[in-house]
Each structure stands twice: as C-alpha cells, then as structure tokens.
C-alpha cells in the first residue's frame, strides 16, 4: 500500500513563505501527475498546483507567480515552495499523486493526510 505525508505546514506571517514536501512510502512502481491540493473551512477542495509526468506545470490562478511545483524523487515525490503568502492561503494542503504499484495495473490517486497552513499576523 502506498502511503503519502505531507510536512511543512505551520503558521506563517503575510509575506512570508513555507515549503511543503511530501514523503512517499510502499512499493511504487511508476508516478505520474502530481499535485497540490488545499482546503479552507467552509470552501471546495481546490487544485493549487500540479505537475506532469514530464514537468508540465499548472496553477491556480489565486497562487500564479507566488507558488512553484516541482518533483524531487521517489520517497519526496513533490515539494510546493510557497511564496508571498496570504491570509486567503490558509487551508489544509494535500499531496495527490497518480501512482502505479506493482500490485495495480493503472495508475490511481494516493492522497495524503493534510497539513495546517495558517498565514496570519
């Protein structure tokens, strides 16, 4: 069974920056897309950003220019560097990653737990 965590999160002033990783554990065979996702009390889970199988990056319109997306290796598939933070960034953020194991034949979606981002003063 593959499992993802989240680590990173924390409470941040405006204007300040966090770096999110996610660790990767179980038998992976191959990743494809990965992504951020994050959700505020009260709203829809959203996309922030994700990431292709080939380093085709997307973002959110709310974080373009203040987040970058990139993939590190197998056990931190995906790291989100967020920048210029703001008060509306506060939510839980999750790590998705499509992942074959060797015990699937097609890619699925893992998700991790979540972790508290809070940006106040």
């Known amino acids: 069974q593959v499992q993802l965590v989240e680590s990173g999160g924390g409470l941040v002033q405006p204007g300040g920056s966090l770096r999110l990783s996610c660790a990767a554990s179980?038998?992976?065979?191959?990743?494809?897309?990965m992504g951020w996702y994050r959700q505020a009390p009260g709203n829809q889970r959203e996309l922030v950003a994700s990431?292709?199988?080939?380093?085709?990056?997307k973002y959110a319109d709310s974080v373009q220019g203040r987040f970058i997306i990139a993939r590190d290796n197998a056990l931190n598939p995906v790291y989100l560097q967020m920048n210029s933070l703001k008060p509306d960034d506060t939510a839980v953020y999750y790590c998705?990653?499509?992942?074959?194991?060797?015990?699937?034949?097609?890619?699925?979606?893992?998700w991790g737990q979540g972790t508290q981002i809070t940006v106040s003063s």
């Open positions: 990431i292709s199988s080939i380093g085709t990056t």
């Open positions: 179980g038998t992976i065979f191959s990743i494809n897309a």
């Open positions: 998705n990653a499509y992942i074959r194991d060797l015990r699937s034949p097609t890619f699925r979606a893992y």
